[in-house]
């Protein structure tokens, strides 16, 4: 469950929010990020930092550059355990309740 929840935080920013949607959808380098969004290299580059941390995002060096890319097998799991964590179960509940 503290996976989910450091996810769920990762992905609170709306900035964050936006990166990781963009790179849903395709492999990219910092730079077409900040020119996507209009913001700056180091803002960039903090956003991915939080997103690495949540294990959301990949980077591959190729050439001079970093390449970003969502980690599928990462949002596939988390998504299976929000389900799990959403479906009504009053026995889950009170463990999930009594979790720290």
């Given at each position: 469950?503290?996976?989910?929840?450091?996810?769920?935080?990762?992905?609170?920013?709306?900035?964050?929010?936006?990166?990781?949607?963009?790179?849903?959808?395709?492999?990219?380098?910092?730079?077409?990020?900040?020119?996507?969004?209009?913001?700056?290299?180091?803002?960039v580059s903090q956003h991915l930092?939080?997103?690495?941390?949540?294990?959301?995002?990949?980077?591959?060096?190729?050439?001079?550059?970093?390449?970003?890319?969502?980690?599928?097998?990462?949002?596939?799991?988390?998504?299976?355990?929000?389900?799990?964590?959403?479906?009504?179960?009053?026995?889950?509940?009170?463990?999930?309740?009594?979790?720290?």
């Open positions: 469950m503290e996976q989910t929840i450091t996810i769920l935080k990762a992905l609170s920013d709306p900035t964050r929010f936006k990166i990781f949607f963009l790179l849903s959808r395709k492999t990219l380098c910092v730079n077409t990020l900040v020119s996507l969004l209009q913001i700056s290299q180091p803002a930092k939080v997103l690495k941390q949540a294990d959301l995002v990949r980077a591959e060096k190729k050439g001079y550059w970093m390449h970003y890319s969502v980690n599928q097998r990462k949002v596939k799991t988390f998504l299976n355990e929000l389900k799990t964590l959403l479906r009504k179960d009053k026995v889950k509940d009170k463990v999930l309740m009594t979790e720290k």
